[in-house]
């Protein structure tokens, strides 16, 4: 079946340092890639998308390549904020039931962030 | 606008208790879904309604218990819960396509508390 693995972290870092954050799946299929951040207390907000493979997703200053060869989508901003500080999760959707229609989106563990000013 | 509402934001509520999540939006979407967020952990699928019909239940114990009375509102009826169903419920919605890869919008949640 789907999965994605991404870094857990706790990953701390000082303010104005590059993020990455490693993500990779494995799906049958074409799936869409997403990045969700949960800031806490609250609910999952999108962060950025990429339907196909090469797609670029970007938002906030956080970046994201579709790379099918390498079935990853890292996660990269180049200065952190402390306002940054939450946990990020991958995720992907696919049809993974016959016939098409709604189905649910398949998260990583999520990663911790804590930015440090 | 990609609001997706959700109330009460907090529940306590004792284990013989009956009481009912809702869940709304105004986007269109014909898909709605209901997760289970442990802490520390990923959302977990419980429910998918895809034109106001069930069309996946992930195994999900019957002491919860989904409803879409229309396109826009999504509710989860609670009885005889247990305290390990503690945990933050997530509504969502997305518009269907026949790829099943659409961008779902989440609520931000009801904390619920059982005791």
């Known amino acids: 079946g789907d999965s994605v693995t991404q870094m857990e972290g706790p990953v701390t870092l000082s303010e104005e340092a590059f993020l990455t954050i490693n993500c990779t799946y494995t799906?049958?299929?074409?799936?869409?890639l997403f990045w969700y951040v949960q800031y806490p207390g609250e609910g999952l907000q999108l962060l950025l998308k990429a339907t196909k493979a090469d797609d670029k997703g970007s938002n906030k200053g956080f970046e994201a390549t579709y790379r099918k060869e390498t079935t990853s989508f890292h996660l990269e901003k180049g200065s952190v904020q402390v306002s940054d500080s939450a946990v990020y999760f991958c995720a992907l959707g696919s049809n993974m039931y016959s016939g098409g229609g709604a189905d649910g989106l398949t998260f990583g563990k999520g990663t911790h962030l804590i930015i440090q000013p | 606008d990609t609001e997706v509402t959700q109330t009460p934001k907090h529940l306590v509520m004792g284990m013989t208790n009956k009481k009912s999540l809702k869940c709304e939006q105004h986007?269109?979407?014909?898909?709605m879904y209901w997760y289970k967020q442990k802490a520390k952990k990923p959302p977990e699928l419980m429910f998918v309604y895809s034109y106001e019909k069930l069309s996946i239940n992930e195994s999900v114990p019957s002491r919860f218990s989904p409803e879409c009375p229309n396109s826009s509102l999504l509710n989860l009826h609670l009885h005889a819960l247990q305290p390990e169903d503690s945990a933050l419920y997530l509504c969502?919605?997305?518009?269907?396509?026949?790829?099943?890869?659409?961008?779902?919008?989440f609520g931000p949640g009801t904390r619920l508390l059982v005791l």
């Open positions: 986007m269109g979407h014909r898909a």
């Open positions: 969502a919605s997305s518009q269907p396509t026949s790829g099943g890869r659409e961008t779902q919008y």
């Open positions: 799906a049958t299929g074409y799936p869409s």
